[in-house]
């Protein structure tokens, strides 16, 4: 079990580690020639990170403490500004991008919380796959079956294997189309993806500015209520787990279960099984503007559109330095047009309508984070088949949320020893607080 947040400062508070300790040991981890830190990590902010710990034990020495994450070990994505130095979103292509004048507004606000920042943490290339894949970096390897090598979700790839080998306490991701959920429900973790106007986005490269947003990866949902507070300048209020049995949850009939694995199956019949047996009211409902998103994005969507406006004019120049499979699913938005994108934006309003109508006598969705085990990463890489067949299928279900601008958890569901899966607890757009309380009753009853 990972330690979590909580359990961290009660340990501090009481003098059985320090910041420095913390700090030391995730940078051994980093270190260690052995492990996944060298892919994990696009850099390792070694000298600052002891320094801001040493800092951190000197005012809880003198009785001050900034927040619950203060001096814990915390991993940002490379796509957020630090400043001075050039963000890289994990491409070559940007390394020799103006350095950043200023940290972006969650680093600041992690800093001023006291969160040690050892570094960034590697990411598919501008953010644009589920998998995970860098050829520029390297990818790490998911905590299960490691020594098979085995995609770590993406494309907080980096963000999730920090935290699942303790190289982090948490890790902040950004979530497009499930990049906090699939990491996490791949490494064996609890990832939130809040409402996406809740977290500011000053300072971070975007992806897609219609369905970008930032949440954390970390041990409980505790840890991510925590870390939610903090990234979204709020007040920090504990989830207060309802009770089981007065919970109703729809599960879709439709499109969720399609191509999916025997093992995520099971297991996600088991889950429902026992949140059940211990009260909990599930109904399977058909939502069939589920199944018309695919027809909504088939020119490209709002990703492709609002990417390619970002990437225009270094594609045109350097479009050999990016990845392949990156850079062709940007230049689908080149070929579609202003009447495309209004198509997109109108559909959208509607679509939302129509799911709303049909939850809105449910406190929650459940459907599985992901439908699969975690691919091998050399499949993925030998095949653009198989890479680009295994992307579609592994951001389907995430993709839903973001397309109705909504928010939601991933929480493990696995039985130890098996492949993790990931159980997707998914409320509508501003119940990000009711869906991480309900998320905490679900977490105990699974624990």
Sequence with gaps: MLPTI?????????????????????????????????RAFTQVYRDQALAAARASDLLRAAGLRRSAIDGLPISVKDLFDITGQPTTAGSAVLRDAEPARANALIVQRLIDAGAIIVGRTNMTEFAFSGLGLNPHYGTPRSPWDRATGRIPGGSSSGAGVSVADGM???????????????????????????TASRVSQQGTLPLSASLDSIGPLAASVECCAILD????????AAPQAPDLSSLRFAVPANLVLDGADDHVRATFAATLER????????????????????????K???????????HQSLLESREAEYDPRVSSRILRGKAMSAADYIDVLQARPQWIAGVESRL??????LLPTVPVTAPVIADLEASDEAYFAANGLILRNPTLINFLDGCALSLPCHAAGTAPVGL????????????????????????
Aim: contains cysteine; negative net charge.
């Design 6 to 38: 909580s359990q961290l400062q009660r340990d501090l508070d009481e003098g059985r580690t320090t910041s420095l300790a913390l700090t030391d040991a995730a940078l051994a981890r980093i270190d260690d020639t052995g492990g996944e830190g060298a």
């Design 300 to 310: 490209g969507g709002f990703t492709c559109s609002e990417s390619w406006h970002w």
């Design 424 to 447: 997707m607890v998914a409320g509508i757009g501003g119940q990000d607080l009711r869906i991480l309380d309900i998320g905490q009753t679900i977490e105990a009853t699974l624990a």
């Design 168 to 194: 982090s306490v948490a890790a902040i991701g950004t979530d497009t189309g499930g990049s906090v959920r699939i990491p996490s429900a791949f490494c064996g973790l609890t990832g939130f993806k809040p």
């Design 360 to 365: 809105q006598s449910f406190d929650a969705l």
């Design 229 to 236: 507070a903090i990234l979204s300048g709020s007040p920090y």
């Design 275 to 298: 949140l059940a047996q211990a009260g909990a009211q599930i109904r399977t409902i058909d939502i069939p503007e589920f199944n018309e998103l695919a027809h909504i994005n088939r």
